[in-house]
């Protein structure tokens, strides 16, 4: 129907004599059903969106700074604290933010269960159409939060054990959600709609995955609980019995005691972030699938290769392993031919050492040693595996690994008198030279003739450890690297910079102590948590460091201050990012304390442009325009540096719309960044997009 058609068949509805409807009555008719065609129009210009988690952010971060807030991708279940999965959404009426419901609006939510194809399987009790309140997170919370107006994000906060723990108990076996057949996790979708009259006028969807805290170090407990005990009996009755000889001195013992701690403290470090909402990984979702995939293809390979002589799966673990559908990509990759090899390395070195008082001979270390290299190995095939299953992170795969080879070094540094007992036997002086001996220096000690036949000149058991597993690490992460599940600055995933025992012996101990802190530990290598709270920039210092930025010289004093009420202070360890090229972001950074590089990859080699000293501003492009950042720049030996988000301009340019020309004109005279930012659109309405979120 064209407009001529539409105006003529209107006119003849309009004339049309209704019975016992006098001409009034029929026009206020027509005006009644346009007031509700307005209103229909109204009332759909309603959006809800939810924020996105992003990496390096957390939910707390939009009560002190509005914009800078993220969603929560995972949560942790039946954990060592109660945790909460909390979720950050916007309300928009024609474009622009809005800070209460419309009147007689309602948020009705629905929370299903995903299958393993991502379809919705069930509902959660409870969650159908469950009402909920409007509510800012400071309301949530209690917290302080500054006068943010509408730009601030509405929350919901879902206490993991309370909604998700009666699914893990209704069934209970291998079979029921969060068992062994689910692999100790489960998607979950939360359907958020804004309705009038019952009648859905907006909505959004966010996904998510709960994770069961207590089931994670549990298959390798059955190794060390249950299958080198059945060995060691085994080993034992060969020789006839031997008094004083327990699983600790099995060759397996050491690599197993010292990956659990490892495990241990990297899981320490992804329970600060997801429930206490610190900032030790920028990902902890990430690193959690990496590690229970890693669980999983490890202890699953020991268990074929041992199933001849012990099964440590129960007959329904068994049949859900065969033939479950989530484990059809781990029984492709499962190597139990390669784990067969490790475990026939398993022989306890029985003959004693003259002149040393042990229930087994002194080599017994290099049994331990021989037969580690060999399980990392086979484990660190595995970790391939692990990363391919747990899908690429092009964001903070450097700085996550930096943190996995951190806690391997600690996890070494704490259990290697419970891993190597056969250390006690030996003075300090020999106990010090096997484990901090490096090659080519002179102890000057008295060491028995077996001890130094056995080990010769190599390094001892801290540097070898030290150099073997960072070497392994930077292997798997340039093989993912090539595959573009990982990506890194540098030469190396893992310098030598960060490592705490490279540090250590090479006296570097201010950078062991900023290694420690950015860690959540005390500066030196013992493992004490850090008692001090994360610094905060006061904001009459954020406010100085900004009023001297260029970008900022059209803002009026009152809008400075606002923008320093606003930013977030993050803190960097030695080499970690702040900005990735080719990754997107709409925040600036300002360098506060520290030193920045700021680094340029092309043609496949890297090249580094610029040294940044404290005042420097770094992504101001990306920050007005939206354009991917172009160039990567991180932290020398650690830096405190500012951000602030595009999003915080805009009540300021609703307020004085002056201040978009004015920055448009100003990125305009820099012609390099105007060229590339026009392409795509207009300077003006990249500008506005990167402000308003359009």
């Known amino acids: 129907m064209d407009v001529a058609l539409f105006t003529h068949e209107l006119q003849h509805l309009l004339r049309t004599e209704i019975e016992g409807l006098a001409p009034a009555e029929r026009g206020a008719i027509v005006r009644r059903q346009l007031a509700l065609f307005e209103d229909e129009r109204r009332l759909l210009d309603h959006r809800l969106a939810f924020v996105p988690f992003v990496p390096g952010r957390r939910p707390v971060d939009e009560i002190l700074a509005p914009g800078l807030g993220s969603s929560e991708a995972i949560g942790l279940l039946a954990g060592a604290a109660p945790d909460h999965v909390t979720l950050l959404f916007h309300l928009s009426h024609a474009g622009q933010r809005i800070a209460a419901l419309p009147a007689g609006g309602e948020l009705r939510a629905t929370l299903h269960l995903l299958d393993a194809a991502g379809r919705a399987a069930r509902v959660v009790p409870g969650w159908d159409a469950r009402p909920l309140p409007a509510l800012r997170l400071d309301e949530l919370v209690g917290a302080a939060a500054p006068a943010a107006g509408p730009a601030a994000a509405f929350a919901l906060r879902i206490d993991v054990d309370a909604v998700f723990g009666p699914l893990r108990q209704e069934a209970g076996g291998p079979s029921a959600p969060f068992g062994f057949g689910s692999l100790f996790f489960e998607r979950f979708r ?87 909402e610190l900032r030790m990984l920028t990902d902890p979702a990430w690193l959690l699938r990496v590690g229970l995939y890693l669980e999983l293809l490890t202890c699953l390979g020991i268990f074929e290769a041992v199933r001849p002589t012990i099964d440590l799966l129960s007959p329904e673990e068994r049949a859900l392993f065969e033939t479950g559908p989530r484990f059809a990509e781990l029984r492709r990759c499962i190597d139990a031919a390669a784990w067969t090899k490790v475990w026939g390395l398993r022989g306890i070195a029985f003959m004693r050492t003259p002149g040393v008082d042990l229930p087994v001979g002194v080599q017994n270390l290099l049994k331990k040693k021989a037969a580690t290299l060999a399980f990392l190995h086979a484990h660190h095939d595995d970790l391939r595996h692990a990363i391919a299953l747990a899908g690429p992170n092009r964001l903070n795969a450097q ?17 290697n008198q419970e891993a190597f007992p056969e250390l006690a036997a030996l003075g300090d002086g020999v106990r010090r030279f096997v484990l901090w001996h490096q090659q080519g220096s002179a102890f000057g000690l008295s060491i028995p003739a077996a001890l130094a036949g056995a080990f010769g000149d190599q390094h001892g058991l801290f540097p070898s450890a030290c150099a073997q597993y960072r070497a392994s690490m930077n292997e798997v992460a340039a093989w993912a690297a090539q595959r573009g599940l990982m990506e890194f600055t540098g030469s190396e995933c893992v310098p030598r910079a960060v490592s705490l025992l490279e540090s250590h012996l090479a006296g570097q101990h201010a950078r062991l102590a900023q290694l420690q802190r950015r860690d959540g530990y005390q500066g030196t290598l ?109 932290a020398v030996d650690g830096a405190t540096v500012v951000e602030i988000a595009a999003r915080h301009l805009e009540p300021l340019v ?21 060229s590339e930012a026009l392409q795509g659109g207009s300077l003006l309405e990249r500008i506005a997009a990167a402000i308003f979120g359009t």
């Not at 700085?399 to 259990?415: I, N, P, S, Y």
């Not at 210092?541 to 009026?556: H, M, P, S």
């Not at 609703?654 to 105007?674: D, F, G, S």
């Open 526 to 634: 013992e493992l004490r948590d850090a008692d001090e709270a994360p610094r905060l920039i006061p904001v009459d210092e954020i406010r100085a460091r900004i009023a001297g930025i260029a970008l900022f010289q059209v803002l009026t004093a009152d809008e400075l201050d606002h923008l320093a009420r606003l930013a977030r202070t993050i803190t960097l360890g030695p080499t970690e990012r702040i900005l990735v090229q080719g990754n997107p972001g709409s925040s600036l950074f300002v360098l506060h304390d520290g030193e920045l590089e700021v680094i340029v990859r092309a043609d496949g080699s890297e090249r580094v442009l610029a040294e940044l000293l404290p005042g420097s501003v770094v992504g101001e492009v990306a920050f007005l325009t939206g354009q991917p950042r172009g160039a990567t720049v991180r």
């Open 190 to 276: 939360l359907d958020l709609a804004l309705e009038l009259d019952g009648s859905p006028i907006a909505r959004d969807a966010f996904e998510f995955e709960i994770f069961d805290e207590s089931a994670f170090g549990g298959l390798y407990g059955r190794i060390a609980t249950r299958l080198l005990p059945d060995d060691l009996r085994r080993q034992l009755a060969a020789e006839g019995g031997r008094a004083g000889v327990g699983v600790a001195f099995h060759p397996w013992f050491p690599v197993l005691c010292i990956g659990v701690e490892k495990a241990n403290l990297y899981f320490k470090a992804i329970r600060g972030d997801v429930v206490r």
């Open 399 to 415: 700085e996550t690994w930096q943190r996995v080879f951190r806690d391997a070094e600690r996890a070494v540094l704490k259990m």
């Open 654 to 674: 609703r307020e004085r719309p002056v201040i978009l020309e004015a920055l448009t004109a100003l990125m305009t005279r820099r012609q390099e960044l105007a």
